[in-house]
């Protein structure tokens, strides 16, 4: 690598911990040299304007960065895009959120209609059990694979175990890595990775609201494998160790990144279990290891996905509070009648959408989603998915991966 490819990413982690400053939990995980850490933190709080004028520099820095690898270059310039967009939201420019959301993760959000939430309805009200209304029918049907705590801790190392095998075979996950479980209460989501460095994460689940028997192997996927874990472990390996692309021992909440690896994430189990396998795996080991065979696992995997059909809510929930200046009541009452949610699980989706840092956030699951579908759609999924664990991919690459394809 040359010296001042290695000096834009010294940067570029420099101002992203200047940021972290004024926006605490911007940087999501760091592992790279610690001395650029501690330098950051011995320049404290530098004013907005000098930090303005530092990323502008950068930007420029990157666009001439002669001979740089194209997609680095790319996936830097991107990144630099969105941290442009966080300081002009510090200092306090009043931005539409899709302007917003479009320079942070380099994407273009839309309002979904509703009529895509009522068709997933439909099919909801052909598969979930006869009884009241559309929402009660939804969450007695939740409370019926609603399983304690304990039981959750006896099932998932077994869970762990298959997806992790399966992620192995697919995938080149590095020998070294692990993950370790904590249980945690009263936090805004519902679970967490956090990348720790050397092949390592600690995931957090959320025991706030109750947990479900089929959300146990989505959470692992999501968070483990071949999700957040997955991704950050395969690209410390391929991307620092083999590359010393040094910005990718740093992952921002921010940018254009998280779009992919929360595709990655969304669609993790799919890449592992078609519905055929995920049924068969539910109906012989999983159900009857918690003693719910009584449960149909065919219903589980169809409602699954009916449920994902009604992706895009929270985008428009996250429009009408900050784009709308709707009431946060007329937020969850729409929640009410789209998401057929309880009233708990409404604020705690409240709560987390009213978080500055995550109200843009919460695009990036129903966008990531879609983009790696289309992706998907185009060419072998496995050499895509490959591509997307190993490769310093942005949104606007997948998009171009799209249509050379098409
Ligand atoms: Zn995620």
């Known amino acids: 690598m040359k010296e001042v490819d290695r000096s834009l990413a010294e940067e570029y982690i420099l101002l992203a911990f200047a940021i972290e400053e004024h926006m605490p939990g911007y940087v999501d995980a760091y592992f790279g040299p610690q001395t650029w850490q501690e330098q950051a933190k011995q320049a404290g709080k530098p004013p907005l304007q000098d930090l303005t004028e530092r990323t502008a520099r950068l930007a420029n820095d990157i666009s001439q960065a002669d001979g740089m690898d194209a997609q680095r ?33 380099d994407v273009q959000p839309v309002w979904v ?40 801790k006896e099932l998932l190392p077994a869970i762990i175990k298959r ?48 947990l479900q028997i089929n959300e146990l192997a989505n959470l692992i996927a999501h968070e483990g494998y071949p999700g957040h874990h997955t991704e950050l472990s395969i690209k410390e390996q391929k991307l620092v160790t083999e590359k010393n ?30 519905d055929d396998t995920l049924n068969a795996w539910y109906r012989d080991e999983f159900l009857p290891r918690a003693n719910m065979s009584h449960i149909d696992s ?31 009541a007329e937020a969850e ?32 699951y129903d966008i990531g989603y879609d983009l790696l579908e289309e992706l998907f759609a185009h060419g072998d999924h496995d050499q895509y998915f490959k591509r997307l664990l190993e490769e310093p991919v942005t949104p606007g690459q997948i998009r171009e991966w799209i249509q050379k394809d098409s």
């Open 73 to 105: 270059k790319d996936f830097l310039a991107r990144q630099v895009k969105g941290m442009q967009m966080s300081l002009r939201l510090l200092r306090g420019e009043m931005v539409p959120l899709a302007e917003e959301v479009e320079a942070l993760y």
């Open 113 to 152: 209609d509703e009529s895509n939430f009522e068709q997933a309805h439909k099919e909801l009200d052909y598969l979930l059990p006869r009884g009241g209304s559309l929402a009660e029918r939804k969450q007695e049907w939740n409370r019926a694979l609603e399983i304690p705590v304990e039981k959750a």
């Open 163 to 210: 997806l992790r095998d399966l992620t192995r075979q697919k995938f080149n996950l590095p020998d070294a890595e692990d993950f370790t479980l904590e249980f945690v209460s009263d936090r805004p989501w519902s679970a967490y990775n956090w990348y720790l460095g050397g092949f390592r994460s600690r995931i957090d689940i959320n025991t706030d609201l109750p």
């Open 245 to 274: 692309y040094y910005e990718h021992t740093i992952a921002l909440i921010n940018s254009p990144s998280c779009v992919v690896s929360e595709g990655i994430a969304t669609s993790a189990l799919e890449a592992l279990f078609t």
């Open 298 to 328: 065919k219903r589980i995997v169809e409602i699954g996905n009916a449920l994902k059909k009604a992706g895009g809510i929270m985008g428009n929930v996250s429009f009408m509070l900050y784009d709308q200046h709707k009431s946060e």
């Open 333 to 364: 009452r729409y929640l009410q009648r789209y998401a057929l949610s309880t009233e708990k699980e409404r604020k705690h989706l409240i709560r987390f959408v009213s978080n500055p840092l995550s109200r843009s956030y919460v695009f990036t």
